[in-house]
């Protein structure tokens, strides 16, 4: 189930990234938080800072633009603690 959502979520991703990497704005650019359905607060019960793409040192993201609360959380969440196997 988990696998399922986040690769289900990356394609959302991808297709964020798409539509950015179409328009104006450069490749580099991230996603807004409204692609991404940003929670300030999360009701998930995941949150941003056991995310892989999260900075803890600047309350940024890798992938989403703007500050990030620790406590927030979106649909690109990828946890950090997930082992590849
Ligand atoms: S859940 Fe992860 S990808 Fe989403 S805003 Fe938080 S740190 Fe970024």
Redesign the pocket.
């Known amino acids: 189930m988990e696998t399922a959502l986040s690769r289900r979520n990356f394609f959302k991703?991808m297709l964020a990234v798409g539509a950015v990497s179409f328009g104006p704005v450069s490749l580099h650019a991230k996603v807004t938080?409204l692609a991404?359905k940003?929670q300030q607060k999360?009701t998930t019960g995941?949150?941003?800072?056991d995310?892989?793409?999260?900075?803890p040192k600047t309350n940024e993201?890798?992938?989403?633009d703007g500050k990030?609360n620790p406590e927030?959380?979106?649909?690109?969440?990828?946890n950090k603690n997930i082992k590849k196997g």
């Open positions: 991703f938080k991404v940003y999360s995941k949150k941003c800072k995310c892989a793409h999260f900075l993201c890798k992938l989403v990030i927030g959380w979106c649909t690109v969440y990828l």
